[in-house]
């Protein structure tokens, strides 16, 4: 939040305490993503009316740089006009105190310059890099189908309870609001991608959308393969990519939208390279080591169908990490999950505060084909325009 519109809400806090009707406020501060559910009734339970538009309007100064613009909007939806139109004339009529003159000539010329220079730093800073302020950071989605229909063909994927308890702990450590979804058949899981690129984003900074699933290689244009519902049928990923683009969801322009994709890009078996340690093929019979493979099916039916091929608009911000190269299985264990989502967890553990996600997603690609003797290697398609760091610290 910038610095008028913070002293706008402290100039204006007296009046607000007295006259603020808190109570339809909270479906709406939710609704937009300012506050999140547990915040919210936090602060309902901070008391009498007085003391909960106290802490409302204290917390709010903490919400990053569209939680004003929002709350104003929000108050004269909710009937409360004239307090949004005081705290805008209080934000308009912030006046910059005046300086005292410096009377040291050559200290003030060594100060502007060491200004000058650090503002140049941060400036460049953040044309490199993502804006992570926000807190939330934004909102998770995991869907994690395990249990198919009997007529889809496709195997129970043991394990991957494991992987989805993993990716939730980790990304509501990395201060996300994660919502995870069980077994949904295609047109469920269409659904659910809808309603989260039709949220109202602008009070976050990024998307992360996560699929546990089987998968199959799919004819695409810029984003390769598909992602089977409980009933069989496949989502290309080109598809779920496209409902976040910026013609889909405008409060995500220019902010990251990140897609992690636990499944098979096809049935080829990398073949790898002779090593002396025994390899994946040499378990015994009966292990638990599983593919999340199916074989390649022509598309059919309306829900697999990419969008129209001529109006696809170019990919910004965008970065899709699959658990293998497009074509290839991707390798499960029954008793520790995926590959893929055990070693993207452990090196988000380590690295999440100090490295890129870039950099991250090739030590991932490096510690899976390492565990599988070079028989599965993670690909990435990414779209992004500046560095993504989890924090910004």
């Known amino acids: ?22 109570e339809p406020l909270w479906e709406p501060l939710e609704q ?18 007085g003391e909960q538009a106290r802490k409302l309007i204290t917390d709010l100064e903490t919400r990053g740089k569209q939680a004003f613009p929002a709350f104003l909007s929000i108050l004269r939806d909710t009937g409360q006009g004239s307090l949004a139109e005081m705290l805008l004339q209080e934000c ?45 950071c934004g909102h998770c989605l995991i869907l994690n189908n395990v249990n198919f229909s009997r007529d889809s063909g496709l195997s129970t994927r043991e394990g991957s309870d494991i992987d989805c308890e993993k990716l939730e702990r980790r990304f509501k450590a990395l201060h996300f609001t994660v919502l995870t979804q069980r077994d949904l058949k295609a047109q469920e899981m269409v659904l659910e991608l809808l309603k989260l690129s039709r949220q109202d984003h602008s009070a976050l900074d990024c998307c992360i959308v996560v699929i546990l699933s089987h998968g199959c290689q799919m004819s695409h244009i810029q984003f390769p393969g598909g992602v089977y519902g409980t009933d069989g049928k496949p989502i290309p990923i080109e598809k779920i990519v496209n409902y976040f683009n910026g013609s889909n969801c405008p409060s995500l322009r220019g ?63 965008i970065l899709v990490s699959y658990s293998t190269f497009p074509g290839f299985v991707s390798w ?14 452990s090196v988000l553990q380590q690295y999440a505060r100090s490295e890129d996600l870039l950099k991250m997603l090739v030590r991932v690609a490096h ?3 390492a565990k599988g003797r070079y028989k599965q290697i993670p690909g990435c398609f990414s779209f992004l325009r500046k560095k993504f760091f989890f924090t910004c610290d």
Not at 112 to 124: G, H, I, L, P, Y
Not at 284 to 309: H, K, M, Q, Y
């Open 367 to 369: 510690a899976v084909s």
């Open 255 to 317: 902010k990251p939208k990140l897609f992690f994709i636990q499944a098979c890009g096809g049935e080829q078996r990398d073949q790898g390279f002779l090593v002396d340690c025994d390899s994946p093929e040499e378990e015994a019979p009966g292990g638990s080591l599983e593919s999340d493979a199916t074989p390649f099916r022509v598309p059919s039916g309306n829900v697999d169908e990419p969008d129209a091929i001529a109006s696809l608009p170019t990919p910004g911000d």
């Open 1 to 22: 939040m910038e610095e008028q519109q913070r002293r706008a809400l402290r100039r204006g806090r007296a009046r607000l305490v007295a006259a603020l009707r808190v």
């Open 92 to 136: 308009e009529s912030q006046a910059v105190p005046p300086q005292l003159p410096d009377l040291r000539p050559v200290e003030l010329e060594l100060r502007e310059e060491k200004q000058r220079r650090s503002s140049a730093v941060d400036k460049r800073s953040r044309d490199q890099e993502y804006e992570m302020k926000a807190d939330p």
């Open 332 to 345: 499960r264990e029954k008793s520790s999950g995926s590959w893929y989502v055990e070693m993207l967890d």
């Open 32 to 49: 937009r993503g300012i506050f999140t559910r547990p915040m919210l009734e936090e602060l309902q339970s901070a008391g009498s009316r």
